[in-house]
């Protein structure tokens, strides 16, 4: 069925540095593509999106590559803070205009000082 | 405007029993959806709901049942509750129609139910 998985389920970068964390899809019928942030104890926080005729769309330090040709989907965090430790998601939706999304197992991103 | 909120926050249910959890969106969404969240599963989603209707259900046993009101305020029940339910269910809304750039997807806090 469909699916989309994590490279890597844990990333571990210095206070500064960039990081980058990829997601795979299986479903090429998608046409939208969110990524969530999630803390421990709280829900899923947009970060930003991607509609599927789009390659790149940026955000406050933040950044989302769409490759359809190989369904691959990757975040971007620049300059990363403490703040940005937690467990980041990727999200298909296969819902054809309505919600229903399918969620990636999650990477977590610890940042050291 | 306040975001997506659920109540209760956490609760704790017996085997057997049955739960019902609330979701309010974010004021003029109209769509609302549930997720489960757990360590073995991640997030899997259960029902969608627009306009009173459900629109898309995910691959739940039928213990597992939703609806919206008018107002677009959203539950979920879970009858006959069992060890395996226990887990942070999240609720979801958007404005409704075609979801993506300037209508996305947005969750609250989750209800934790612990169920022994």
């Known amino acids: 069925g469909e699916s989309v998985g994590l490279h890597l389920p844990t990333l571990s970068v210095q206070e500064g540095d960039n990081s980058i964390i990829n997601c795979a899809y299986s479903n090429s019928a998608s046409d939208y593509f969110i990524w969530y942030k999630q803390e421990s104890g709280k829900g899923p926080q947009f970060i930003i999106d991607?509609?599927?005729?789009?390659d790149k769309r940026q955000g406050q330090r933040v950044t989302v590559l769409l490759n359809k040709t190989v369904k691959h989907l990757s975040l971007q965090i620049a300059a990363t803070q403490p703040g940005d430790s937690a467990v980041y998601f990727c999200?298909?939706?296969?819902?054809?205009?309505?919600?229903?999304?399918?969620f990636g197992q999650g990477t977590r991103l610890t940042i050291n000082p | 405007k306040a975001g997506v909120t659920q109540t209760p926050r956490y609760l704790i249910k017996t085997r057997g029993q049955q739960v019902t959890l609330s979701c309010s969106p974010i004021?003029?969404?109209?769509?609302v959806s549930w997720y489960q969240q757990t360590p073995g599963q991640g997030l899997q989603f259960l029902f969608e709901?627009?306009?009173?209707?459900?629109?898309n259900k995910g691959n739940f046993p039928g213990r597992f049942s939703g609806r919206q009101f008018s107002n677009s305020r959203s539950e979920m029940n879970v009858s006959t509750l069992e060890l395996g339910d226990s887990a942070l269910y999240l609720c979801a809304s958007s404005l409704g129609g075609q979801v993506g750039s300037g209508n996305t997807i947005y969750f609250g806090e989750g209800s934790w139910l612990t169920v022994v």
């Open positions: 709901y627009f306009s009173e209707t459900q629109r």
């Open positions: 004021s003029g969404h109209r769509s």
């Open positions: 999200a298909e939706n296969i819902g054809r205009g309505a919600q229903k999304l399918v």
């Open positions: 991607i509609r599927s005729n789009m």
